[in-house]
Structures are given as C-alpha cells and as structure tokens.
C-alpha cells in the first residue's frame, strides 16, 4: 500500500472546533471567580444569541438541543396520542425527543437533492392526530419554510424547527428558529458554535419562554443565581416537575466568544466549501446542491455522494481509504428507520422512505472547520483522488 496522504501524526480529526484566547480566558475568567454554574454568562450569551437571530422573542439556553426539543414539546402540550411528523434523515436525538415528550414520530421522506422535508410527503403523512412538523435544516440548508408554513397553517399544526445545523441560515431575511413557535439550536463540538455540550430555544412567545426557563431547571419558580445573589434569599417553589436541563456559566463562557466570531468562521467554511466543490467535481463523487439563490446556507456539513455503481468504491471502503489516509470522515446520517429500536418499536423498515435510505447509505462527510486551512482541504482532495483510484466522472 502507498504512503497516506497525511502522516499519522496529522491526523484531521472530523469536526475539529476552533478554540481561541478568548474562550480559554472566559473559561480561566469563571474558575477564578468561582461562579460554574447557570449564571451572568449565560444570560449574556442568551442575550448575544438572540441579538444575533434578529433581537425578537426570547432565547433560553439549555443543556443540549436535545433538552430544547424536548422542552419545546413540552411546553407546546405534545404528549402521548400525539403524532409529530419528522424527517428519517437526522439525528437520532430529534426523534428520541418527541418520543421523551411521549408523542408518536411520525416520518416523512425528504427531497433528494436538498435533504430536507418534502411537503407533499409531509402532507401526506398528516392524520387527525398530527399536532407538530418538526423540521431539520440539513447540513444547514434552510427547508421549505413557505411550504411547510402553508401546510401547519392550513391544518392547524405547530411548526418547532431543529436548527442543530442551522445557526447562520436564512432564507431571505429571515432566520432558522424564527419560522415556527420555537428553534432548537445545538452547541455540541462539531457544530458551528460550540460550548462543549449546550442547546438554546428561541421562541416569540414569553409565556412559553418562562416555561421552558422554570422546566429546564426541575420546574422552579426562581433560578439558583437569582435565588443566591446579593438581593437576598428568596424561597423557591416547585410549580411542576421539570428536568435538570440548565446551560452552566462554564459553557456560556465558551460560547460568548465563539458566538463573536460566527462571521469569520462561516467565511472560512464558505472557502473550504468551494474549494471542495471546484476540485471534487471532476471524480466521480456526487457534491451538494448549489445553495438555493436568497438563502444563506450555514455550511455546517459537506456531504459527498459514494454511488458504487459509479465509482467500483462502497461508501464503507471509501470511510475507511480516508481514514487510512488519515482524513477523518463522518456519515450524516444511516436514516433513522435503519437503527434496531425504531424498527421494533415502530415496525419502520428503511425501505419506507426511499431517498432518505439511498443518502443514508451513500454519504460521506468530510471536514469542514474553521480550524482547517486550505491545505487540509486539498490532503481531503488527494485522499479521495487516492481512495477512488481511476474513477472519473
Ligand atoms: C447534533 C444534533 C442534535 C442534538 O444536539 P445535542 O446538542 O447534541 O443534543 C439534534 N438534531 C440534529 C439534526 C443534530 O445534528
């Protein structure tokens, strides 16, 4: 076997954040202070977050985006009996979270060359029982907004958006997490913003905003920072029975800073983006989808298309070629129906959902971080050439 395309020691870790100075000083900042937990740090970055997606409504922030979807279906009153209709091609935790809130997910195919929810398959899947649309702007490609709108209107069903991939996006001038009652956001570290572990729901409605603030921290009345500030000891009373789904201070410290440097980082990935996308062209991958025109795609992930019938290469030898040259890869993601607990709970078979099977099974992703340089890129580019050997377009 010839020589990897970049020496082990260089190993190019998938999804590698980019962590500065100022983090580790903010970080360093709060240890000295002695104040780790949910405090003013975190009110700042909600307060950053929200002024970043416009400044309307409320921003919570919260232990994952797992927790804000979990906490937006409840405060939403989705419970057992409900169906929540979602797309097959996401992270199992979207669909774990509408089965914690005790609803029914319910799948609808997505469209092939944009990932995302199609309409008509989600109109189709609609029942008397429907009571949500849970997007996921994949990779950070905005949904059909306008479609999906017109469809929870029509039918009298709540939009709650998992924006997980989609801290950039817009679609004209308006935001992801801004379209339906609620966006779900995660900081998680491969994602574009990160705080290690942490999630944030943005919603226009302050009573529900309350909601989830008290729910996330076992469904008390005041928080631990208000309740040992200097104003004074207040008695705290439990108004329901909530979770342990708080952002800490630790967290927020990270995100303040990586949160200010959102611009530059989208920047970087653009570049990284386009520079994949002129040069992989002519092997015999199949790249994105061009972002459609009036949108800004969050760049969150660059996924390529391993077709064997095209390229003599499975999509699991091409993982491994790439880690053998050591690039490191992803898979976004094997569909959900593919995974043993859904199918003996649901009786979903991948075949149900056809396109979302097909990507699930073919598609590869490769690095994109701020943290990477262009030559990084190009080690990606030489190792794919190596992998695919003669194959062309
Ligand atoms: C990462 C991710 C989540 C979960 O985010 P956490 O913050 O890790 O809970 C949910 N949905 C999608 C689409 C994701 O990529």
Redesign the pocket.
């Known amino acids: 076997m010839s020589d990897p395309v970049r020496p082990k020691e260089r190993f190019l870790v998938f999804g590698a954040p980019l962590i500065e100075q100022d983090e580790i000083d903010e970080v360093t900042a709060s240890m000295r202070a002695r104040w780790l937990g949910t405090g003013p740090k975190v009110a700042r970055f909600e307060r950053d977050f929200l002024a970043f997606k416009g400044g309307e409504g409320f921003a919570v922030a919260v232990a ?6 979990h906490l937006s279906l409840v405060a939403s009153g989705i419970g057992p009996g409900d169906e929540v209709i979602t797309t097959p091609l ?2 199992c ?2 669909v774990n ?1 509408i089965i914690h809130a005790g609803a029914t997910p319910v799948l609808a195919d997505v469209e092939p060359g944009t990932m995302n929810l199609d309409p008509r398959a989600v109109e189709a899947a609609i029942t008397p029982r429907t009571k949500a649309i849970l997007p ?1 702007h ?1 990779a950070g490609r905005p949904c059909d907004m306008d479609a999906l709108g017109a469809i929870a209107e029509k039918h009298g069903l709540l939009l709650i958006e ?1 924006c ?2 989609a801290i950039e996006t817009k679609r004209g001038d308006r935001h992801a997490g801004t379209f339906g009652a609620f966006g ?1 956001f ?3 570290v ?2 574009n913003v990160i705080t290690g ?3 944030l729901v943005l919603t226009r409605n302050e009573r529900d905003a309350a909601r989830i603030r008290s729910l996330s921290l076992h469904g008390m009345s005041h928080d631990a920072w208000k309740r040992f500030s200097d104003d004074g000891y207040k008695h705290y009373q439990v108004v329901e029975c909530g979770f342990k789904y708080n952002m800490t201070d630790m967290q927020a410290a990270i995100g303040i800073h990586q949160l200010a440097r959102v611009a530059p980082s989208l920047v970087r990935r653009e570049a990284i983006w386009s520079h994949y996308d002129e040069r992989l062209g002519a092997l015999a991958l199949q790249t994105p989808t061009a972002p459609e025109a009036g949108t800004v795609h969050a760049r969150h992930l660059y996924t390529v298309m391993v077709d064997e019938a095209r390229t003599g290469v499975s999509r699991d030898a091409f993982l491994t070629g790439m880690t053998r040259n050591n690039i490191g890869v992803g898979v ?1 993601y094997m569909s959900v129906p593919e995974h043993p607990y859904y199918q003996q709970r649901f009786q979903w078979r991948p075949e149900m959902w056809p396109h979302a099977m097909r990507i699930g099974r073919q598609t590869v992703s490769l690095p994109i971080s701020p943290a990477m340089s262009l030559d990084d890129a190009d080690d990606v580019v030489r190792a794919a050439r190596a992998v695919l050997g003669g194959a062309r377009a």
């Open positions: 994952s985006c797992t927790a804000a979807l996401t992270f935790a979207t979270a996921v994949f998992d997980a991939h779900c995660s900081f998680y491969t994602k572990e942490g999630g976004h």
